[in-house]
């Protein structure tokens, strides 16, 4: 399972963007797939969580109203649609896969499958 990020940029604050998730070798409608972002110096977190085959979503306080995950199962992708974008959104944002449902989706030790990451930088 292979999964690639794009989209990201530089974008002036209140922009917007939208980050793409490719995966390969499996569907993300399985166990559920998220957005985590990372600043340097600190641990990934969560930014958006779809679990796809239940329809449910989770969001970030801190992007709430801002941003949407979507899937496209068809095409085997997922999406992050990012508006009203605040400097401090500036990260790199990964998608990831879970392997199974156990487990706090909140955090990354409940995916096994990660992208490589698409820098997102905010200038205000």
């Known amino acids: 399972v292979q999964l690639q990020a794009s989209g990201g940029g530089l974008v002036q604050a209140g922009g917007s963007l939208r980050l793409s998730c490719a995966a390969s070798?499996?569907?993300?409608?399985?166990?559920?797939a998220g957005w985590f972002r990372q600043t340097p110096g600190k641990e990934p977190h969560i930014v958006a969580y779809?679990?796809?085959?239940?329809?449910?979503?989770y969001y970030a306080d801190s992007v709430m109203g801002r941003f949407t995950i979507s899937t496209d199962n068809t095409k085997n992708m997922m999406f992050l649609q990012m508006n009203s974008l605040k400097p401090e959104d500036t990260a790199v944002y990964y998608c990831?896969?879970?392997?199974?449902?156990?487990?706090?989706?909140?955090?990354?030790?409940?995916?096994?499958?990660w992208g490589h990451g698409t820098l997102v930088t905010v200038s205000s």
């Open positions: 990831a896969g879970r392997s199974q449902f156990s487990g706090d989706f909140t955090v990354p030790g409940a995916y096994v499958y």
């Open positions: 070798g499996r569907t993300f409608s399985e166990y559920g």
């Open positions: 779809t679990d796809v085959f239940g329809g449910s979503t």
